[in-house]
C-alpha cells in the first residue's frame, strides 16, 4: 500500500524571476516513508524577453522493490578468504587460506531506499527574428547513493571486521581462539543491501523549429546529449568505475526529427544516434 501528499508554491521575486518550491511525503508500507524536496528558479528578462535562464535542485528516492524485500533466501557453500582472522592469528595475508562458509543470498526486509540530488542549470534563447524557433542549453548532474546491490563475501567479512556491516546482512563466527583471535566463520547473510553510489553528470543541447507554411506545417527537432561522466561505485570498499564510453554507455547521443503535416497526410523522419 502507498500514499502520498504533496504541495507546491511558485513566488515572483522580481520582474520576471521566480521561484519555486515543492514537497512530497511518500509512505509505503513494506519498507516506511521519505519525504522529498524540489527548488527552482527562472528569469525571463523584460529588456530581453527572448531569453530565459533557470536553475532547479531536487531530491528523488526509489522505494525497494518487493523482490528485492522479500524474496526467499537460497543456501549455498563458497568459498572465502578470512583475512581479519589470520590478522588476528597472526598469520601473514600470502599464507591465509580460503574455505567455503555457509552462506544465504536473496531478499533484506531491512532494506531502505535510494536517494539522489539532481542539479540543473541552463537557458532557453527563442530568438525574435525567426518566429518558432528556439534553443535550449542545460547541464545536469546527478548524484545517488544506497542503491540496492549484492556485496562478496569477502567485503561483508572486512566490513564486519570494521563493525560497518549494512542493514540485514551478518556475519557468524564461532567461539574466539584461546589466544584471542577470532573464531571461525560459520555463516554470512549476503542479502540484497543499500551499499552502491552512482554520479552522472552531462549537458544537452536541443533545437526546436515549428511552424505553418503554404504547403503545410513543419515540426523540427534536434537534441544532441553528451555525458562527461558515468561513474559507478559497487560498495564502500571498492574504488568508483568510470564506464562512460565503455561497456554500452556511449558519451554522446543524438536524437532529430523533422516532420511536415499538410491536410490529412503526415511525412516523418527520424534518426537516432
Same mark, same amino acid.
Given at each position: #500500500?502507498?500514499?502520498?501528499a504533496?504541495?507546491?508554491?511558485?513566488?515572483?521575486?522580481?520582474?520576471?524571476?521566480?521561484?519555486?518550491?515543492?514537497?512530497?511525503?511518500? #509512505?509505503y508500507? #513494506?519498507?516506511?516513508?521519505?519525504?522529498?524536496?524540489?527548488?527552482?528558479?527562472?528569469?525571463?528578462?523584460?529588456?530581453?524577453?527572448w531569453?530565459?535562464l533557470?536553475?532547479s535542485?531536487?531530491e528523488?528516492?526509489?522505494?525497494?522493490?518487493?523482490?528485492?524485500?522479500?524474496?526467499?533466501?537460497?543456501?549455498?557453500?563458497n568459498?572465502?578468504?578470512?583475512?581479519?582472522?589470520?590478522?588476528?592469528?597472526?598469520?601473514s595475508?600470502?599464507?591465509?587460506?580460503?574455505?567455503?562458509?555457509?552462506?544465504?543470498t536473496?531478499?533484506?526486509?531491512?532494506?531502505?531506499?535510494?536517494?539522489?540530488?539532481?542539479?540543473?542549470?541552463?537557458?532557453?534563447?527563442?530568438?525574435?527574428q525567426?518566429?518558432?524557433?528556439?534553443?535550449?542549453f542545460d547541464?545536469?548532474?546527478i548524484?545517488?547513493?544506497d542503491?540496492?546491490?549484492s556485496?562478496?563475501?569477502?567485503?561483508?567479512?572486512?566490513?564486519?571486521?570494521?563493525?560497518?556491516?549494512?542493514?540485514?546482512?551478518?556475519v557468524?563466527?564461532g567461539?574466539?581462539?584461546?589466544?584471542?583471535?577470532l573464531g571461525?566463520?560459520?555463516?554470512?547473510?549476503n542479502?540484497?543491501?543499500?551499499?552502491?553510489?552512482?554520479?552522472?553528470?552531462?549537458?544537452?543541447?536541443?533545437?526546436q523549429?515549428t511552424?505553418?507554411?503554404?504547403?503545410g506545417?513543419?515540426?523540427?527537432?534536434?537534441q544532441?546529449?553528451?555525458?562527461?561522466?558515468?561513474?559507478f561505485?559497487?560498495?564502500?570498499?571498492?574504488?568508483?568505475?568510470?564506464?562512460?564510453?565503455e561497456?554500452?554507455?556511449?558519451?554522446?547521443?543524438?536524437?532529430a526529427?523533422?516532420?511536415?503535416?499538410?491536410?490529412m497526410?503526415?511525412?516523418?523522419?527520424?534518426?537516432?544516434?
Amino acid at each position: #500500500d502507498r500514499k502520498a501528499a504533496f504541495a507546491e508554491v511558485l513566488v515572483p521575486l522580481y520582474e520576471g524571476l521566480e521561484a519555486g518550491a515543492a514537497v512530497r511525503y511518500d #509512505d509505503y508500507s #513494506d519498507f516506511g516513508s521519505a519525504t522529498t524536496l524540489a527548488a527552482n528558479l527562472r528569469y525571463q528578462p523584460e529588456v530581453a524577453d527572448w531569453l530565459v535562464l533557470r536553475a532547479s535542485f531536487n531530491e528523488g528516492f526509489k522505494a525497494p522493490s518487493l523482490t528485492n524485500l522479500y524474496s526467499k533466501q537460497s543456501q549455498s557453500f563458497n568459498g572465502v578468504t578470512d583475512f581479519p582472522q589470520c590478522e588476528s592469528q597472526g598469520v601473514s595475508a600470502a599464507d591465509c587460506p580460503s574455505y567455503q562458509v555457509e552462506n544465504y543470498t536473496g531478499g533484506n526486509p531491512l532494506l531502505g531506499s535510494e536517494e539522489a540530488d539532481a542539479y540543473n542549470v541552463g537557458f532557453v534563447v527563442s530568438p525574435p527574428q525567426v518566429e518558432g524557433l528556439s534553443f535550449s542549453f542545460d547541464y545536469f548532474e546527478i548524484e545517488s547513493e544506497d542503491r540496492a546491490t549484492s556485496l562478496s563475501l569477502g567485503q561483508l567479512v572486512a566490513l564486519a571486521a570494521e563493525g560497518n556491516l549494512p542493514a540485514g546482512t551478518a556475519v557468524v563466527r564461532g567461539a574466539s581462539t584461546a589466544d584471542g583471535g577470532l573464531g571461525r566463520l560459520v555463516r554470512i547473510d549476503n542479502v540484497i543491501t543499500n551499499a552502491a553510489l552512482l554520479d552522472v553528470d552531462g549537458w544537452d543541447v536541443r533545437a526546436q523549429y515549428t511552424n505553418d507554411f503554404d504547403f503545410g506545417a513543419i515540426d523540427a527537432r534536434f537534441q544532441y546529449s553528451h555525458m562527461d561522466s558515468y561513474k559507478f561505485q559497487s560498495s564502500i570498499q571498492n574504488d568508483p568505475s568510470e564506464f562512460m564510453g565503455e561497456q554500452g554507455y556511449p558519451e554522446d547521443r543524438i536524437n532529430a526529427e523533422l516532420r511536415l503535416t499538410r491536410d490529412m497526410w503526415t511525412v516523418n523522419y527520424s534518426l537516432n544516434h
